[in-house]
């Protein structure tokens, strides 16, 4: 199950990083504009209108793996245990005897905090 759950995660990852390229590289709607009248048709490797219908389908190809792949490792990861781990909750368990320390008052209730010792009477008397 472990093995699977790897695959799932790395054809997740590798999806996702394929939407990225796929997003960064089609044109914005913009470029339609320019690419009607002729001035970015004749560089594209598609057409004036092919490459927005492949990157496009490309696209959404690559976010329907992306969502199988999230549902498929959400899935997982709730049915790691099997039935007995899957039957207890983390609220059905008893919570665990919490120690409190009765409250001390001044320096001492600060946590790591140092005794002060009292200054000299010649420093106090300078003052």
């Not at 549902?71 to 997982?76: Q, V, W």
């Amino acid at each position: 199950m472990q093995v699977l759950a790897n695959l799932v995660l790395i054809l997740q990852l590798l999806s996702a990083l394929a939407m990225i390229g796929l997003v960064l590289v089609q044109h914005g709607k913009g470029a339609d504009m320019g690419a009607s009248f002729g001035s970015g048709a004749s560089g594209s490797l598609f057409g004036a209108t092919g490459s927005a219908n492949f990157l496009s389908r490309s696209t959404a190809v690559c976010a329907t793996v992306f969502f199988c792949c999230t549902l498929g490792l959400a899935y997982m990861s709730n049915h790691r245990g099997g039935a007995a781990a899957a039957d207890t909750s983390v609220l059905d368990r008893p919570a665990a005897a919490a120690v409190v320390a009765p409250a001390a008052s001044g320096a001492a209730a600060i946590p790591g905090a140092a005794p002060v010792a009292a200054a000299p009477a010649s420093v106090a008397a300078s003052k």
